[in-house]
């Protein structure tokens, strides 16, 4: 077949393929079960591959391109509009192989098999650390029903728990204690898994130079270095910082019109556990804004003194995110700008 292009529509089981000529006009509309997808193409003499970035396409991504296809991923709503009338599987494949031969799309990178590894490690940790937050507030709320009030912070619940366990708090029944020592177990178990895979994080990062580089943001730790440096393998697909910012969702929303600009508040579209990353780091960053000498530190509290410290901090995730995107494309690393 003369087939130059191929939207895929992925899926669990059953696929759906739509190649063109280098004409545009239609070879064939085929489904094909999740086993046959890689015999097909095999057979096909390489072409151009468009699927959307969902669930699965990393792995797609890197056996297709195996057999000597181009394999591009693209965002999935960035296929939206190219989707005629009704949605379905075949409608969508159509799109996807629109969308991909259009020379301003925006791709995504396909990831390595380790990189998805880290990420998954950062998956992990992050859904350990909502058990462990959801383990404490129900021990807190327990605990008031038996008019046992703590102070705020886990590591305050911790000391508490200790010490019912050590028998110095009265008041509390037998059977109570039998519950509130299961759940006090099960937050022992979490502790010691959430150790592990940051240990496992930690060992990733001395080894991986990217990640190193990164580290020496201000307001970027292991554990942002890390996700950045798995997130994106490839920095060249944004122009600019401000391309890689607006990917994490730290730009306004815009709706101008008429030539007037019309900013809001930020879009949060993109990866939104490297923008909670960033600004959790952001957060540090302003917090020792006085003691910071540079003019990093004079610019944040310059914004402080005329702007709500939330604001300043989505300012200053900004800012690193672009920092950020510069060390990645021209692989340097921090360097601190002198005051005037």
Known sequence: MNVTTIGIDLAKSVF????????GEVVFRKKLR??????????????????????????????????????????PAYVKPYVKRQKNDAADAEAICEAVTRPNMRFVPVKSAERQGVLMLHRTRDLL?????????????????FG??????????????????????????PIACAALESMATQLDNLASEIRRLERQLMAWHRADETS?????????????????????PDPSVFKTGRQFAAFLGLVPRQNSSGGKDRLGRISKMGDGYLRRLLVVGA???IRRAD?????????????????????????VANKTARIAWVILARRETYRAPMTA
């Open 129 to 145: 650390m909502r058990q462990r937050t959801m383990t404490l507030n129900a021990v807190r709320s327990h605990l008031a029903e």
């Open 212 to 232: 190193q580089r990164l580290e020496t943001i201000p307001g970027v730790g292991i554990i942002t270095a890390t996700a950045l440096a798995a997130s994106v």
């Open 148 to 173: 046992i009030i703590t102070a705020q912070g886990p590591h305050k619940i911790l000391t508490l728990i200790r010490a019912i366990r050590a028998g110095e708090v009265p008041g509390l029944p």
């Open 291 to 315: 003691s910071n000498p540079s003019a990093t530190g004079t610019w944040v509290r310059g914004l402080l003194e005329r702007k709500p410290a939330r604001l300043v901090t989505v300012a």
């Open 16 to 23: 759906q393929l739509h190649g063109v000529d280098a004409a």
């Open 34 to 75: 999740r086993a046959g997808v890689l015999e097909f193409l095999r057979d096909l003499r390489p072409c151009l591959i468009g699927m959307e970035a969902c669930a699965t396409a990393h792995f797609w991504g890197r056996e297709i391109g195996a057999l000597g296809h181009e394999v591009r991923l693209i965002p």
């Open 283 to 285: 957060t540090s960053v």
